[in-house]
């Protein structure tokens, strides 16, 4: 990663709406954010990719289900399998599932309804690029925007998550009837993590908290900063 | 058809029809009579509220753009200013409430941009029936709860936060709900963008979505009162797509930040034809459109239908020939739509080509001068049948607890977050304030600045007061922004009336107009955009005349602001008055535990209230108060336990303060002086270190030591004490439920 400051590309499809608040977090972090345009199949070099909430493609047939084939996903996908830290964050979550980056799917809420509240999670894993500035066990209050963040799995791979210990974070208060509260997962090379909250509203004590920066800031540790 | 037929089922009357002839000096083909009819519309043309509406004050230091526009524009320093503009979307919303909403929202939203700003935050104003207790309660939530379901699926999608609003339930809204949805834009001033065509030979471009049938006819429709047969206007209303509104927005402000606009208009009450006189008639030159150029959803599609559709997600603007090559690729690369459709003329008409055959001509001049009807204003007889409210005739309450736990639980008092929960309230990462305050508080990034965003309406206080109400809307908008620390700078408002042809309707709306002036004008905050929606009835009658008020201030420092929580244990709260008396007079308390909707609420002393709410902003602005809050609906005691549920901590009177209220402003009664409503009044809490300094600060104004925070229950004397658990439970409750 050379001696220069760390860059973190952030995905923009059609409909992508957190795109900019992400590359806001992102510069508070003292990284530098670069944008990776959706019909662009080039990662620029990134060290690190966020892939950011909205409703990509208007979240049109399923959430992430048209984005998955955007030209950027191809390049992202070999930056994955070769090990490179991607985190998925709402929609962008739902964008890794479609892609098979990420095992399971997010189902509609329970409730039926759109939720925006904040929830605490509790962080499970630690040995993630995204979690590993974080305490193992510590708790976090984390803002959730979501209509479809109902975590689902088949119970064999819920088995599999909880027996590997993929379960990265876990709600204290469940908001929309995810399986064993499930909040965010990693894959099998813990590289790629997928997340419903969204750390990067809560980057800035100007807003009332800045906890996020410690799952956005984590990448920086792996990084060698 | 006959002619007179046909110009009825266009809703033009005859007189309009006869001017129309004169003014053109020849017959019109349809075409052209149906640019006349949507365009002279009230929705459009104002016809019966332009007179009334000239009384709003609409200048100021500030202001950068006022009333005319898609926005109005104030400053706000730094170099950055607001654009900002409510809009109704009630008719709409009676018949297909999800979607009614949703381009309500969608259609405010490119009001904002067409004044070339980035949107940044949503609010909305509701009205609806009571959701038990009515003959129409299952309707009332069905309405309700699918505009809400709108309001969020467009505005979570299109990522424009909302983050405020009101609403209220009475029965007067049952069969018509009102739904008026505010957007506030931010932009540096230097780029503030204009809709005035100009430059013979400049290209019209046509941006966004195809153009379908949906909406035809729809602003006509809004005109009209709502019946039975209002069922079957459903294919007036527009269908939204968020997506393609997200998509517009960006690709709209990279054109403009790359200078490759001459102006821009949004189509919204009667599409093409309202866009392309308005941008000719304000830039003094004519415009040709050529309908077959234009992108449409379905084959066979009249020339008329094409330039008055509503179909929504577009926006036309004027693009130098050169420049319009670059214009189109960008559309493409947003992946919407970019077409030219047409080009600016010498001629100051509007003339419709299809397929480079002129259709239609109509100087665009004519198109937005509509007819004004100036009536008498002439009282009422209901206003004098109003029963006064005498405290003496309602007993007493024998359970306080009770009544504050009803209070409480009541609809149009407990909480709101089962509703802004369904609202992406924090997308864009500016919001410094949510809702559940008394105004959103928003950051400008970049700045130390921000901005402060509330709406409000007294429909029941307007019916029964419309001068009184109108004065009293405004002035707790600009309480909610004191209250928060923020400067009101200007305001914007929908007009929600009845029929302006009946004489009960007409002069509500004056009155109201009446009261709202004379509250801008002592507060100083000009009107700069608004709405009217008139024909708000139903064969059941009219609404409660609520015109609703969106009011703007500025924070310097955005870090300075208040919220109504308590925040620490053993605080000093003190209430500050400016004087106003405190009546039962339609209150809430009378509505909700006495069933009663009576008396004439007393008229706010604007000045003595301006005075009191600038301390109070003075205070929190100097750091000395984080926790403020107005006392409105359900009295002091209600206001007190706001402050208590929202930070979790409770309150306790101190002793002989309840005996000494009751005596005093209670004239006797307990309730009067508790649950009583007033006029510009706070209540504010400091840590007892700073009571001196709070002290000196008040020298001059009323106020009243009333209690200390602590503990989990709210206690006063020996009337009320229950805990914050139990009030919790009713306020918490859900709506949709």
Request: a negative charge; aromatic letters at 6%.
């Amino acid at each position: 990663m050379g001696g220069g400051r760390v860059r973190i590309g952030v995905t923009v499809f059609p409909g992508s709406n957190c795109d900019r608040d992400a590359l806001h977090a992102v510069e508070r972090l003292g990284a530098v954010p670069v944008e990776l345009w959706h019909a662009d199949p080039d990662l620029k070099g990134v060290d690190a990719v966020i892939v950011p909430g909205g409703f990509s493609y208007g979240d049109y047939l399923r959430p992430g289900a048209i984005a998955r084939f955007a030209k950027v996903m191809a390049p992202l996908e070999d930056f994955a399998f070769s090990g490179g830290p991607v985190l998925g964050v709402c929609n962008g979550f739902q964008v890794l599932t479609e892609a098979h980056l990420l095992p399971g799917a997010l189902l509609r809420n329970i409730s039926m309804r759109f939720v925006c509240d904040r929830v605490r999670v509790r962080v499970e894993a630690t040995d993630t690029p995204w979690t590993a500035g974080c305490e193992a066990g510590e708790e976090l209050a984390l803002p959730v925007a979501h209509n479809e963040g109902n975590y689902f799995a088949d119970p064999a791979t819920l088995a599999e998550l909880e027996d590997e210990g993929r379960v990265v974070l876990r709600y204290l208060e469940n908001p929309n009837g995810s399986a064993n509260d499930i909040a965010g997962v990693c894959n099998e090379g813990r590289n790629v993590v997928g997340i419903m909250p969204h750390p990067e509203r809560v980057s800035d004590p100007a807003l009332g908290s800045d906890e996020g920066l410690k799952i956005l800031g984590s990448v920086l540790l792996g990084a060698g900063v | 058809m006959s002619v007179r037929e046909t110009y009825s089922a266009l809703g033009l009357s005859e007189a309009e029809y006869g001017r129309i002839v004169e003014l053109l000096g020849r017959e019109p083909n349809y075409l052209e009579l149906s640019l006349f009819s949507v365009m002279w519309s009230e929705h459009c043309g104002y016809k019966n509220s332009r007179p009334l509406l000239r009384r709003f004050p609409n200048e100021g230091e500030r202001v950068l753009q006022g009333p005319g526009e898609n926005a109005g524009v104030v400053e706000v320093g730094d170099g950055w200013a607001l654009a900002f503009k409510m809009e109704s979307h009630n008719h709409p919303s009676a018949v297909e409430p999800y979607e009614g909403a949703a381009t309500g929202v969608g259609g405010i939203i490119r009001d904002v941009l067409a004044m070339g700003a980035r949107p940044v935050a949503l609010l909305d104003s509701l009205r609806f029936g009571p959701l038990e207790g009515s003959p129409d309660a299952g309707r009332n939530r069905y309405l309700f709860r699918e505009v809400v379901r709108g309001i969020g699926g467009y505005g979570n999608a299109v990522g424009v936060p909302t983050v405020g609003g009101e609403v209220e339930f009475a029965e007067a809204y049952s069969g018509n709900p009102l739904v008026n949805a505010m957007c506030v834009g931010l932009i540096r001033v230097e780029d503030l963008t204009r809709s005035a065509a100009s430059g013979e030979g400049n290209l019209v471009v046509l941006l966004g979505s195809k153009t379908g049938r949906d909406g035809i006819h729809g602003a006509t429709f809004a005109s009209d009162e709502l019946s039975e047969e209002s069922e079957s206007k459903r294919s007036n209303v527009q269908v939204g797509d968020p997506f393609a509104e997200k998509m517009a927005i960006e690709c709209c402000l990279e054109l403009l930040e790359k200078g490759l606009l001459v102006s821009l208009q949004d189509l919204g009450a009667a599409g093409i034809t309202s866009s392309a006189s308005e941008m000719a008639a304000k830039g003094g030159v004519g415009i040709e459109i050529d309908t077959g150029l234009v992108p449409r959803r379905e084959g066979g599609m009249e020339a008329w239908e094409v330039m008055i559709s509503e179909s929504q997600e577009r926006m036309l603007a004027v693009v130098e020939p050169e420049k319009a090559g670059e214009v189109l690729r960008l559309a493409g690369c947003y992946g919407i739509g970019g077409t030219v459709i047409g080009r600016v003329a010498g001629h100051g008409d509007l003339r419709v080509f299809h397929d480079g055959e002129q259709v239609g001509t109509v100087p665009a001049e004519h198109l937005a001068d509509a007819p004004v009807y100036e009536r008498e204003v002439v009282r009422p007889a209901y206003l004098d049948e109003i029963p006064d409210l005498d405290p003496g005739v309602l007993p007493e309450p024998e359970d306080y607890n009770e009544v504050l736990l009803k209070m409480l639980a009541h609809p149009n008092l407990c909480s709101r977050r089962s509703i802004y929960r369904q609202y992406d309230h924090e997308v864009g990462t500016n919001t410094v304030v949510a809702p559940g305050a008394d105004a959103a508080v928003m950051r400008i990034k970049g700045t130390r600045r921000g901005f402060a965003v509330t709406t409000d309406g007294r429909g029941r206080h307007c019916y029964l007061d419309p001068r009184g109400g109108g004065a009293a809307t405004v002035a707790e908008a600009y309480r909610n922004l004191s209250c928060v620390g923020a400067e009101p700078v200007a305001a914007t408002d929908c007009l929600n009336f009845g029929s302006p042809e009946k004489r009960e309707g007409y002069y509500q709306l004056a009155g109201c107009i009446e009261g709202m002036s004379e509250a801008c004008e002592v507060f100083g905050t000009p009107v700069v955009s608004g709405n009217v929606s008139l024909y708000n009835e139903t064969d059941r009658g009219a609404i409660y005349p609520t015109p609703t008020v969106g009011m703007v201030g500025v924070l310097e420092d955005v870090g300075r602001h208040a919220t109504p929580a308590f925040k620490r244990e053993g605080d000093v709260v003190v209430v500050i008055g400016s004087g106003s008396r405190v009546s039962l007079a339609g209150s809430d308390y009378a509505q909700i535990i006495h069933g009663q909707v009576a008396g004439r609420p007393p008229r706010p002393n604007l000045q003595a209230e301006k005075r009191t709410a600038d301390l109070v902003r003075e205070m929190v602005r100097s750091g000395l108060v984080d926790t403020a809050h107005d006392i409105s609906g359900g009295g002091e005691i209600v206001a007190v336990a706001e402050m208590a549920l929202a930070g979790g901590i409770g309150i306790e009177y101190t002793e002989g303060e309840l005996e000494r209220m009751t005596a005093g402003q209670g004239g006797g009664r307990a309730d009067v002086a508790l649950i009583g409503e007033e006029s510009g009044t706070f209540i504010v809490a400091v840590p007892e270190e700073r009571w001196d300094d709070l002290q000196e600060a008040l020298v001059g104004f009323a106020y009243d030591q009333i209690g200390e925070t602590g503990g989990d229950r709210l206690k006063i004397g020996d009337l009320v004490d229950v805990s914050l658990e139990e009030l919790r439970e009713v306020y918490e409750r859900d709506l949709f439920e």
